[in-house]
């Protein structure tokens, strides 16, 4: 049998093909455009979606393999809103995940509901990028589309709809909402009050590796094939992507080192995190995850190589580099503010520490440093619920780099694992596929038997001693810097 992923990204939708073996029999990319009405707000068409993922299933299957299809699972671009009429029409543009028009909804909820509520709620607490405020948004200026509201879908969600004609959705995408009570895995009675929407106009939440349903007759004619072809919940894009690097089961723990860094934990139990420092949200393996998020990693590198430094010659400005945790340049890694653990929009990129004997070097090792304490304060937060982690999985474009692995192995104390698959999400949703077609008995069965470890990188105790110290560092120039932040904030 073969089995389809399908990433629904931001900027394009990414369709993996693969065995029964794991095998990646065949990979497509169709792009499709992002507006942006107004400064600060995103926005996407949903049909230019499915017609880009129906080009791409088109190609992505040979005559001669279609059938064989048996299945379809999906990944996809959290918090999205896409809304529909009793028709199932979109009502309008679908608002996306770093869309920022809803400060004022996620003020009235943090603070007027309040953070505590809501967090006893949900799990969570608001942010920008959640559905919930959208739909408050929605509502307040736009309340002739918001009395139309039918059906309240996510970005896969309503591409998974198209093709079965069944509204669903599943825990891990759902947990981004803020309308869903994540302990329960059920949608949140309360927050559906304080929307104004009620149960019916949800989706039916499944388990990721759930089967929803089959292609609809006239789509499996289309693509020719079979009409029993299930379709299968799948999740949202990090809950996927660590599906596809084996992070399932509890305390496995990947780090995403791409524009964005990710510190993701499995979990067998729901644990709340003290001031919602964390993401908890269900995970695609059926029980949950902590997930930690700073918004610069490999974008910090990216900026200090491209802008500062005007050269594209990554590796050999990291030649040099040779000795570990006796930098003492330090770099908070805050060019576009930050998440986890701060929350901070004002927070930016902050040298701190030169001389006169400072070198290119020293500024270099900083960033890469600098990146690496981030994450660690998101490790540091997972440690506090009491799991122990002693080794993690590492991916994205950073991972490239032999040095950042070894100062990030350091950093954090644990054994840095590279893998066998680059794939992530559409590699993660076509696992989930297989498991919903019953090639597997679980999604961590799946992992067990095609995801392995080809490189290993440990940690090195003298360095990572090193390390401990200048992190206590570390952690004291935020606090000391903040007032300042705000008031340069002010000032723009």
Not at 32 to 37: A, K, L, N, V
Not at 156 to 182: E, P, Q, R, W
Not at 366 to 373: D, I, K
Request: one cysteine or more.
């Amino acid at each position: 049998m073969l089995y389809i992923g399908v990433d629904l990204g931001t900027s394009s939708v990414k369709l993996l093909l693969m065995n029964e073996k794991g095998t990646i029999r065949n990979i497509v990319t169709k792009e499709y455009p992002i507006s942006f009405p107004k400064p600060g707000w995103s926005e996407q068409n949903p049909a230019d979606w499915f017609s880009s993922l129906m080009e791409g299933l088109k190609e992505l299957v040979g005559d001669g393999e279609k059938k064989e299809v048996g299945g379809i699972s999906f990944s996809g671009q959290m918090h999205g809103m896409v809304i529909l009429d009793e028709e199932d029409r979109v009502i309008r543009p679908a608002i996306l995940w770093n869309d920022g028009r809803t400060k004022e909804e996620c003020d009235y909820l943090n603070e007027t509901i309040g953070r505590e509520k809501i967090s006893s709620y949900t799990g969570n607490m608001a942010l920008t990028g959640f559905t919930a405020p959208k739909l408050l948004w929605v509502k307040k200026h736009e309340p002739d589309n918001f009395r139309k509201i039918k059906k309240v879908m996510l970005p896969k969600d309503y591409i998974a709809y198209c093709l079965s004609g069944v509204h669903s959705t599943d825990v891990s995408d759902a947990s981004g909402m803020l309308l869903f009570n994540v302990k329960e895995k059920c949608w949140s009675k309360e927050m559906l009050e304080l929307a104004g929407l009620k149960e019916e106009q949800m989706a039916k939440v499944y388990e990721s590796y759930e089967v929803t349903g089959t292609l609809r007759a006239d789509i499996a004619k289309e693509l020719g094939f079979p009409p029993e072809c299930k379709v299968i919940a799948g999740g949202g894009d990090q809950a996927v992507a660590a599906v596809g690097t084996g992070t399932v089961g509890s305390g496995m723990c990947n780090v995403s080192l791409g524009t964005s860094g990710v510190v993701f934990v499995a979990s067998k139990e729901y644990s709340e995190i003290k001031d919602n420092a964390l993401h908890v949200f269900a995970h695609a393996d059926g029980r949950y995850h902590f997930m930690g998020v700073m918004l610069s990693a490999a974008a910090s590198n990216k900026w200090w190589m491209d802008e500062v430094l005007k050269t594209r010659e990554y590796a050999k400005e990291q030649q040099a580099i040779v000795e570990l945790g006796k930098n003492n340049v330090y770099f908070l890694p805050y060019l576009m503010g930050e998440r986890t653990p701060h929350n901070d929009p004002d927070a930016r990129g902050t040298f701190v520490g030169m001389t006169m004997d400072t070198t290119r070097e020293d500024m270099t090792q900083a960033v890469l440093e600098g990146v690496a304490f981030a994450l660690k304060d998101s490790f540091e937060i997972i440690k506090d619920t009491g799991l122990s982690i002693k080794r993690i999985r590492i991916n994205g474009g950073g991972a490239k780099s032999p040095l950042w692995c070894r100062i990030i192995a350091n950093v954090l104390n644990v054994k840095v694992d590279k893998i066998n698959s680059e794939e992530g999400p559409a590699f993660g949703a076509a696992i989930l596929a297989a498991v919903g077609c019953k090639e597997f008995a679980s999604v961590e069965e799946a992992a067990a038997k095609l995801i392995q470890v080809t490189e290993t990188t440990e940690p090195e105790e003298e360095i990572v001693n090193l390390y401990e110290k200048k992190y206590h560092v570390f952690k004291e120039i935020y606090p000391a810097l903040k007032p300042v932040y705000k008031r340069m904030a002010e000032e723009n």
